[in-house]
């Protein structure tokens, strides 16, 4: 595997790499795309990137180096989300898949009361939308004008996820969207 993580502390060692990293950065599809080291400094105060709830790594791959954040949220729940940031400069490479994949296995390797993994993205967020599909992770939920965009009129948030039995498996459980009829 080229891609690994490595446990920053956003409190001392690595909080000026962090700052850096997420203020150099810009995020178009995450709620807010461009972040002041204030906000940074703010979020890492409130526990955002470490506490009981939150965790955060480095994500380093083997020729590139450091190439973005991973944020795993919600972990007091049986079903963490993620938040996952990469660098621009290696953006469009399909490094995507491959980080996913790693952190699916981060999870579920390392986690045993976790019995599903999720994440959400915006509608228009196309390379990560199809990033979970090829991961084996299923849509579960399409949350019409969920997404509030910054000047402009917001967009549907998109939820997917993986199931512990099917990461297990290599498989992928589907159901029926349209279960009732009227």
């Known amino acids: ?27 178009p599809f995450h709620v807010r795309p461009r972040l002041t080291a204030q906000d940074v400094e703010e979020q890492v105060a409130d526990g955002a990137y470490r506490d009981e709830d939150n965790d955060t790594y480095w994500v380093e791959h083997t020729d590139l180096g450091r190439i973005g954040v991973l944020r795993l949220e919600d972990l007091t729940e049986s079903a963490p989300l993620f938040d996952l940031r990469l660098d621009g400069p290696v953006r469009g490479r399909g490094l995507g898949v491959e980080v996913l994949r790693a952190a699916t296995d981060h999870v579920f390797g390392t986690m045993p009361d976790v019995h599903r993994f999720e994440g959400q993205t915006r509608e228009d967020n196309i390379a990560m939308r199809k990033t979970f599909l090829r991961c084996g992770w299923l849509k579960e939920a399409h949350y019409r004008e969920g997404w509030p965009v910054e000047g402009a009129a917001p967009v549907a948030s998109v939820a997917y996820a993986v199931l512990r039995r099917d990461w297990q498996s290599g498989t992928t459980t589907t159901f029926v969207w349209e279960d009732l009829t009227v």
């Open 1 to 27: 595997m080229t891609v690994s993580f490595h446990r920053l502390d956003p409190v001392g060692a690595d909080r000026t790499a962090l700052v850096d990293f997420m203020t150099r950065n810009v995020f």
